[in-house]
């Protein structure tokens, strides 16, 4: 074998084996992500002291560092992105950061005095996405949240197979249809 | 039972035949205008008779007791659950509600304690639109059913033949004490707004349709209890609905 038949050969192995290390390895850091992300999470919360406010903007920092908003923005507003100007999707972003940051918190918020464990990572075939599945434990039943990773940033969390991302899709579809197709329909309830 | 076989084949009818499951996709929704007014229905019997029962309920009623009474209505339904798996081909699952029966009846004082969970036997919960689900028939419709809530044609006729199959149903209605039934209804409902209490206000306080998101966490909520996707079952390696961003 020539020199140059070995280093292509060689080459090719790497090609095959290089996804298939980069997957198992963005699972292994999406896990210990969201396991990290879960510890601080809780520990704002169950922080003597600390006022909403000051949850507030812990919780705003944490989320700006682990969730992809942009995108979870862009999907919620579905295919009324195209029909948006410039002016109303700046606004509606604006908009959607606060909210998501606020209803995270509150999410969040129910979980206080319960753990969550991560208990098993996998890729999905489909999008290439991460997901980690996690069990909250509390006094109940434990419920099952999942969280789906792209490029290292959650986009999805999906809490007994109920989709944060695909209810609020939905939600905000219904609201620019009962509003005429506008999606200052949207912008307006988003302000409130 | 040939009562059964027979309102199984109406269910067929009613919902369409037999077709296949797609996953995410959009509610079919055509009765939109009637269902907002029963959902709006709802609301207002939630707002002035459920809610307020709840708070007295959570201050009156310690905590013990409450998950006793969630327990023991609960075990009430495993016949359905025993019932339903073993018509889904599901043996694992019948066996495990078997089992929980038993602990839970014998050791657990009449089911008013969850032992079996305790000792990792979680429940198996199936009934009959989920049954009819797996046997591969759509879900028709979207309904919001009076005072029961979110549902749609399948399971609607699932739950007809539930409520019919039920065996301590048929007995209270053979020794004529159908009161029974309404309290044990009643209590259900107590119990089941008890549970769900917390994530409604959220969810209404948090969304822009009320409605619409009801409408869409029902209709995910119900494909992950027929793919068995609850409680932390089955976790794992279940494929992803799309997140394209258009």
Redesign the interface.
């Known amino acids: 074998m020539t020199f140059f038949k070995k280093l292509m050969l060689s080459l090719g192995f790497l090609a095959i084996l290089m996804p298939s290390i980069a997957h198992a390895d963005s699972v292994e850091s999406s896990k210990k992500m969201v396991q990290t992300l879960a510890n601080q999470a809780i520990a704002i919360i169950s922080k003597d002291g600390s006022s909403m406010s000051e949850q507030k903007t812990a919780f705003k920092k944490l989320l700006n560092q682990n969730f992809d908003t942009d995108?979870i923005g862009?999907?919620a507003l579905?295919?009324y992105?195209?029909q948006a100007t410039p002016e109303q999707l700046s606004e509606y972003t604006r908009l959607f950061d606060r909210?998501i940051v606020?209803?995270y918190t509150?999410?969040f918020q129910?979980y206080s005095g319960q753990t969550i464990d991560v208990?098993?990572g996998?890729e999905?075939?489909?999008?290439g996405?991460v997901?980690v599945?996690s069990?909250v434990k509390g006094s109940?039943?434990?419920?099952?949240v999942?969280w789906?990773v792209?490029d290292g940033k959650i986009?999805?969390v999906i809490v007994?197979?109920?989709?944060l991302?695909?209810?609020k899709r939905?939600?905000?579809?219904?609201?620019i249809k009962?509003g005429g197709g506008n999606i200052d329909a949207?912008i307006a309830?988003?302000k409130k | 039972m040939k009562q059964l076989i027979l309102i199984a084949g109406l269910v067929g009818l009613i919902t369409g035949g037999l077709g296949v499951n797609s996953a995410a996709a959009q509610v079919n929704d055509p009765l939109e205008p009637m269902n907002r007014a029963v959902f709006g229905f709802n609301n207002v019997v939630d707002e002035i008779i459920l809610d307020p029962a709840v708070v007295a309920y959570r201050a009156a009623v310690p905590k013990p007791v409450r998950s006793g009474l969630k327990n023991f209505l609960h075990n009430l339904e495993s016949p359905l659950y025993f019932a339903n798996n073993l018509l889904q081909g599901d043996f694992t699952g019948a066996m495990t509600t078997l089992k929980r029966t038993a602990i839970n009846t014998m050791v657990g004082f009449g089911g008013l304690f969850d032992f079996a969970a305790a000792e990792g036997i979680h429940p198996d919960t199936e009934d009959f639109g989920q049954t009819l689900a797996v046997w591969g028939v759509n879900d028709g419709p979207y309904l919001v059913l009076p005072l029961l809530g979110p549902s749609n044609a399948r399971d609607l006729s699932g739950l007809i033949v539930d409520s019919y199959a039920d065996p301590i149903n048929q007995y209270a209605n053979n020794i004529d004490e159908e009161e029974w039934i309404y309290a044990r209804a009643g209590a259900k409902a107590l119990v089941t707004k008890n549970e769900v209490y917390d994530i409604q206000k959220d969810l209404k306080r948090n969304s822009s349709d009320y409605y619409a998101t009801i409408r869409s966490a029902a209709k995910q909520s119900r494909d992950a209890m027929i793919n068995d996707r609850k409680n932390g079952k089955n976790q794992g390696y279940a494929p992803l609905p799309s997140f394209d961003i258009e």
Request: proline letters at 2%.
């Open positions: 995108k862009k999907f579905g295919r992105r195209r909210m606020e209803v509150q999410r129910e208990t098993n996998y999905d075939k489909q999008s996405d997901v599945n069990l109940g039943s434990p419920i099952a999942d789906r792209r986009i999805d007994e197979g109920v989709s991302s695909i209810t939905d939600d905000f579809a219904s609201t009962k949207l309830h988003l």
